[in-house]
């Protein structure tokens, strides 16, 4: 167990910062949005970031990797929650490519990591069919036939889909099964015949597509790993992103927090600066007790990550479960405490408040993580 | 092997050797032993195991060997500290001398106060209390009245304090006094110690919501204390009791410690009082989901206050996390007692007699003690107002503009 970064990881969150304030401000997501892009993010970001090395942090050296561990990638999600840097960090690297990493072959991994590390290669984990987070209602189906499967279902809410080179979807392989039994994976080119992509406008400006999939011919070397044993590398490859979408909403909320405490200190009203007022420092000041809990809930994750630790569905839960709620009651407080400005699109909390609500829905809402919590821990 | 595992190696043998079976039991009340004058033991193991630990100074294990402690630097203190938990051994030694005198002395007292109260605390031969709030200053401390007047080769003090905690059981106690009345409130204050025998001090209980009478109002009347009983310069307490005050609201934030308690925690509470049903959930699912909020906010709480340890440890401190935890764990314990009151339904709310066992008794009385962890050591309020000057560096509020 780790609780604080070592020199390394300090270097590293420094030089993301560096890079994400001056490369990728949130201004880089307002003109995103404002150009009616679809992609979701932009590739000359993208490749800098693998430049950097970050597609890579995590990996063994053996495909290309750094092997320097989660706690010092998490440094790197935190920073860009402060930002708002729109990548495929999460969908490629953490998601798919841990899958990967988890469950499929020895051929299939020297094919597909080093791709993905180099950065020539980006991913879309196709696995939400509902209108929330249910990673075992899984309805599309992949049944076999001589020489491979035959894929039929449609995908709600696909991660950074309409930019991924490729799909890798979840399906059930064995028809008679229900909830976590019976899935596997597959790996799917998304210009393949059958395959319809709408991709939709989200309040946080970032790209997910809905995905249809109609008699999708798919040959046995598609499937990755074995068939319907999924469930447990998905399991996991779901909390590691979990607990990195909750360190960048971490830093999300941070910068939220910092600015509205700034502007606390600067708008006048009443003929003294509005952070004088005990209502407002109150409620300041018992956000910054959340944060701080926050910020060890998120360490302790990352390091269970690590660890390879036992807890760590628990862990992830709770690291989800709190950032939800800190980020939510942060930003909400953030647009109530600048008035007037802070419901204006001019101001760049409003960028925060979306943000929060979209990273909720995305692996599990609060209620889902304290149910998962409660059952975890026997009751 | 490294020397913090040979270190946990050896506490761990020595504890297994040395704590009796009876004494990693949870504490119940009665049995705490109390330091004093006239100290009463429960029983000849929480005798015995009082003076192995004394013997070793791990009444007070991280105060200087010479003054009657045990030397230890903070992470062997934590060792400690984490063994006797994973044994459950209970706390030798409960004094108010321990927890915040002994500190402010080491700190600011000159050596010979040190030679004078630092062995007897560790030791346990004198129980203190203190004598801070009055009925007229509470949060707004610094305002108090009772006065300590210069009489040359003395004190004569005047006045009277209130909330005095086990003032009646108590053989000193420790006092703010104001020795220069014109000075500004803080500037004219002195930390003074007093022994509760001196012809002028008397002590009436208060009796609580929770049915004990912990509590007493203390009355001064022309009470003659030595000048050598002056802790720091004179009009400058001020000092002491902030640095005071730190320590007792560590104590304070050290949610779950050893303050006696039903025996079961909240998930225990809800299998035994409420129960699962087919589907493996607790059968009432609106206190299922507050019991996980609980459960995963208390181990949130928990992480902090090993990151903070943590970051001590690599010096890299952050002074603002101690801000928060009077807050954060106060506010956390008063919330499980409410739950497990909720949990246990009709058979928390019993007052004492036929039908309550002692579990349900402490725990209905435990709740209603709760409520004044967010009020003693300063306020919740209080510490939100710290947090918001201190932390984030906000303003002050001008009522005149
Ligand atoms: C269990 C217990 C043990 C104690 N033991 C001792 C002891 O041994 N020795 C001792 O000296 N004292 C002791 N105290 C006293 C304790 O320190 C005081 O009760 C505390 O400081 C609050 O003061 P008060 O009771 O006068 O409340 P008040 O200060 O009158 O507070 C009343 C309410 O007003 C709020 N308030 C006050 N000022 C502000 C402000 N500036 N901003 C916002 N809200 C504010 C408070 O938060 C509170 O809600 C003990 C108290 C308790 C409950």
Redesign the interface.
């Known amino acids: ?4 970064l070592n020199e390394e990881q300090r270097l590293l969150k420094d030089t993301a910062k560096d890079f994400l304030s001056s490369t990728m401000p949130v201004s880089e997501l307002r003109a995103l949005r404002d150009s009616g892009d679809t992609h979701g993010y932009k590739p000359d970001h993208w490749q800098a970031m693998c430049e950097l090395g970050w597609s890579g942090i995590v990996f063994p050296e053996e495909f290309g990797g750094l092997d320097f561990g989660y706690l010092g990638l998490g440094a790197i999600f935190e920073q860009t929650g402060r930002t708002l840097a729109a990548s495929p960090l999460l969908s490629t690297v953490v998601l798919s490519a841990s899958l990967i990493q988890l469950a499929a072959s020895e051929q299939q991994k020297q094919e597909l990591l080093p791709a993905i590390i180099s950065g020539e290669l980006t991913l879309a984990l196709a696995l939400e069919e509902g209108h929330h987070h249910a990673p075992t209602a899984i309805q599309t189906q992949a049944e076999k036939t001589a020489d491979g499967y035959i894929l039929n279902g449609r995908k709600s809410v696909v991660l950074d889909a309409s930019s991924a080179d490729k799909l890798v979807v979840i399906a059930r392989t064995n028809k008679d099964s229900n909830g976590s039994e019976g899935l596997s994976a597959f790996l799917v080119n998304s210009q393949v015949k059958g395959i319809t992509q709408h991709s939709k406008q989200w309040v946080d400006s970032r790209s997910a597509s809905e995905i249809i999939f109609e008699n999708v011919q798919l040959s046995d070397a598609d499937l990755l790993g074995e068939a319907d044993q999924i469930w447990p590398a998905l399991n996991i490859a779901l909390d590691r992103s979990r607990i990195c979408l909750a360190a960048e909403m971490l830093g999300g909320a941070l910068e939220c927090f910092e600015r509205t ?1 700034a502007y ?2 600067e708008r006048d009203q ?4 509005i ?4 209502a407002l ?2 409620r ?3 956000l ?2 959340e944060l ?6 998120v ?2 994750a990352l390091s269970a990550i690590d660890d390879k630790r036992p807890d760590l569905p628990q862990l992830a839960s ?1 690291a989800k ?2 950032l939800n709620d800190v980020f939510e009651k942060v930003t909400s407080e953030a647009v109530q405490m600048h008035g007037g400005i802070g419901v204006t699109d001019e101001l760049e909390i409003g960028f925060f408040l979306k943000r929060s609500r979209v990273a909720t829905q995305l692996f599990g809402n609060s209620g889902f993580h ?2 998962r ?3 975890l ?3 | 092997m490294n020397s913090a595992d040979a270190f946990r190696q050896e506490v761990r043998t020595w504890l297994e050797e040395n704590c009796p079976p009876s004494q990693r039991r949870p504490i119940v009340r009665e049995e705490q032993v109390w330091a004093g004058r006239n100290k009463t033991f429960p029983n000849n193991d929480a005798k015995l195991w009082f003076e192995r630990m004394r013997d070793r100074g791990w009444t007070v294990p991280d105060w200087p060997q010479a003054l009657g402690g045990g030397g230890l630097d903070e992470q062997q203190t934590r060792i400690l500290k984490e063994e006797m938990k994973a044994l459950g051994c209970r706390t030798p030694l409960y004094d108010l001398g321990i927890w915040m005198l002994g500190p402010a002395v080491l700190e600011f007292g000159t050596e010979a106060q040190q030679h004078e109260h630092i062995p007897k605390i560790a030791r346990g031969e004198i129980r203190w209390c203190q004598g801070y709030s009055e009925p007229g200053a509470g949060s707004d401390l610094a305002s108090l009245q009772t006065r300590a007047e210069d009489c040359g080769d003395h004190f004569l003090v005047n006045g009277t304090k209130i909330w005095t905690t086990n003032a009646d059981k108590a053989d000193w106690i420790f006092c703010l006094v104001r020795t220069d009345p014109a000075a500004k409130k803080q500037e004219g204050i002195s930390f003074l110690l007093i022994d509760m025998n001196d012809p002028g001090v008397t002590t009436t209980p208060i009796e609580l919501i929770s049915g004990e009478s912990e509590f007493c109002q203390t009355f001064f009347d022309n009470v003659k204390v030595p000048k050598g009983n002056l802790i720091g310069e004179l009009n400058k307490g001020w000092s002491v009791a902030k640095a005071l005050l730190k320590h007792e609201r560590k104590l304070m934030s050290e949610i779950g410690g050893d303050t006696p308690g039903p025996s079961f925690g909240p ?1 225990q509470a ?2 035994e009082y409420i129960g ?1 049903g087919e589907d ?3 059968k009432d699912l609106a206190l ?2 507050q ?3 609980h ?3 208390f ?3 928990g ?2 206050h ?2 903070s340890f ?2 001590r440890m ?1 010096g ?1 401190a952050d002074p ?2 101690p801000l ?1 935890m009077k ?2 764990g106060t506010e956390e314990t008063k919330n499980k007692d409410e739950l497990l009151v909720a949990l246990l339904g009709h058979q928390a709310l019993g007052w004492g007699g036929a039908g309550f066992n002692d579990d349900e008794i402490l725990t209905t009385r435990g709740w209603l003690f709760s409520k004044a962890l967010s009020i003693a050591g300063g306020t919740s ?1 209080v510490q ?2 710290i ?2 000057k201190r ?8 009522a005149q ?1």
């Open positions: 167990m780790a609780l604080v405490v606390l200190k009443f003929g003294q600066k952070g004088s007022f005990q420092q109150h300041a000041a018992i910054f007790t701080e809990l926050a910020k060890s809930v360490l302790d709770l479960a709190r304290r149910d919590y409660a059952t821990c026997g009751y | 998930v809800a299998l699962l493996g959930k607790l299922r989901d019991l996980v909020r459960e995963m906010n181990r949130a709480i992480l902090t090993f990151r943590e970051e690599h890299l603002n996390v928060i807050y954060v309020e939100l107002n947090i918001a932390a984030l560096e906000l303003p002050e509020h001008n503009a």
